[in-house]
């Protein structure tokens, strides 16, 4: 079946500018997560999303990110005003239940380049 | 809080030699454990996790880990490279706080497999 699917595989913009990235996960999973790629800091995580529940934002690093997942399916991240330090491939991962032992099931990804 | 060390950002083997890579965790509950794999502009694949039960745990490719609490550790082996195998790897530790599989990642070994 299909994986998660995220868009646009790649971004380049200009810094002050904002930015979306989508992902699209597994039908039928009800967990969310984004994950942050990046030279210097590694795999962080950034948000989670559990059916109707508030989301889990406490790894957003400003006020500058959001993220909102429509409908319990599409999600996506918002990033105002990017900053060159925004730059990082940005991972989306989902999994059929808040249990730890659910695999996460991760897309391929959306570099983002912020010049 | 949770975090994972992941001993040697580069790995370098011969194609049949024996592969390990070492990962170490600290929890203050018991973990779950998970080792990741991440080709080139790929997303992350799970290799294979630890949740309850056995302590030597078998994933995809040839790969396995055992759980060693008294250590913290949860090395990843296998016993004859391929270069296919030639990826990073991640090794993630599960923070249950929420209830829910927020996964904190170590900084990654990129394995390289030389003929």
């Known amino acids: 079946g299909a994986g998660v699917s995220q868009s646009p595989s790649n971004k380049v913009t200009e810094k002050g500018k904002d930015v979306e990235l989508r992902c699209d996960p597994i039908?039928?999973?009800?967990?969310l997560y984004w994950y942050r790629q990046s030279l210097g800091q590694g795999l962080e995580f950034l948000i989670y999303?559990?059916?109707?529940?508030?989301?889990?934002k406490s790894g957003l690093p400003s006020d500058r990110f959001s993220a909102e997942r429509t409908g319990g399916s599409v999600s996506t991240l918002t990033i105002q005003r990017t900053q060159q330090e925004d730059s990082a491939v940005y991972l989306c991962?989902?999994?059929?239940?808040?249990?730890?032992?659910?695999?996460?099931?991760f897309g391929p990804g959306t570099r983002l380049t912020v010049t | 809080a949770q975090s994972v060390t992941q001993l040697g950002s580069h790995v370098s083997v011969s194609e049949g030699a024996l592969v390990l890579l070492r990962c170490n965790y600290s929890?203050?509950?018991?973990?779950?454990l998970f080792w990741y794999v991440q080709y080139p502009n790929q997303g992350l694949q799970l290799l294979l996790k630890?949740?309850?039960?056995?302590?030597l745990v078998k994933g995809i490719n040839g790969f396995e880990a055992e759980f060693k609490k008294s250590e913290t550790s949860f090395h990843l082996t296998k016993p004859s490279a391929h270069m296919s195998d030639a990826a990073e790897y991640f090794c993630?530790?599960?923070?249950?706080?929420?209830?829910?599989?927020?996964?904190?990642f170590g900084a990654g070994t990129r394995l390289a497999v030389h003929p």
């Open positions: 991962a989902s999994s059929l239940a808040r249990d730890s032992s659910y695999e996460q099931y």
């Open positions: 039908s039928g999973h009800t967990a």
């Open positions: 999303f559990q059916g109707n529940s508030a989301p889990d």
């Open positions: 929890s203050s509950v018991p973990p779950y």
């Open positions: 630890y949740t309850t039960g056995a302590t």
């Open positions: 993630a530790v599960s923070d249950g706080s929420g209830g829910y599989n927020k996964l904190i």
